[in-house]
C-alpha cells in the first residue's frame, strides 16, 4: 500500500549518504589548508581562545527543518488514513481489490504527506526568520 515512499525514501537517504562523505572530505582539506597557512605564527595562547574550525559558524536550523518535515509527514500519513477510513468503502476490512480504488487510496496518502511535508517546512522556514529578526 506504501510502495509509492519507498524509491524516493531511499533516494534521498543515498543522495544525503554521499554528500555528507563529500561534505566530510571538503572539511578536511578545508581544516589542513588552515593548519597550513597558520604555519609558524601558531602559539600555545591561541589554544585557550578556542577557534573554531568548522564549517559551521552560526546556530543551524536543520533540526528545525527535518523535524517539522517529520512532524508534517507523519500528520499528513495520519490524516490520510482518516480520509481514507471515512471516504473509501471497505477501506478498513482490507477487502479493496479493484484498481481504481487502490490509485485513489495512493494518491490520497501522497498528497496529504507531501502537503503536510510541506506545511512542517514552512512552519521551520516562519520560525527560523522569527529567530533571526531578534
Excluded: H, Q
Amino acid at each position: 500500500m506504501m510502495e509509492f515512499i519507498m524509491v524516493p525514501a531511499i533516494m534521498a537517504i543515498v543522495t544525503l549518504g554521499v554528500y555528507k562523505l563529500f561534505e566530510l572530505f571538503v572539511c578536511k582539506k578545508e581544516r589542513l589548508t588552515i593548519i597550513e597557512k597558520m604555519g609558524d605564527k601558531f602559539s600555545p595562547d591561541m589554544l585557550e581562545r578556542k577557534m573554531n574550525f568548522s564549517s559551521i559558524g552560526n546556530f543551524s536550523f536543520s533540526a528545525l527543518k527535518i523535524g517539522c518535515l517529520l512532524v508534517g509527514m507523519g500528520l499528513g500519513l495520519l490524516v490520510g488514513y482518516l480520509i481514507c477510513t471515512t471516504t473509501v468503502v471497505g477501506y478498513s476490512n482490507y477487502s479493496i481489490e479493484e484498481w481504481r480504488y487502490r490509485e485513489t487510496i495512493s494518491l490520497i496518502y501522497g498528497a496529504c504527506v507531501l502537503l503536510f511535508g510541506g506545511i512542517g517546512l514552512i512552519t521551520a522556514f516562519i520560525v527560523e526568520l522569527k529567530y533571526n529578526k531578534k
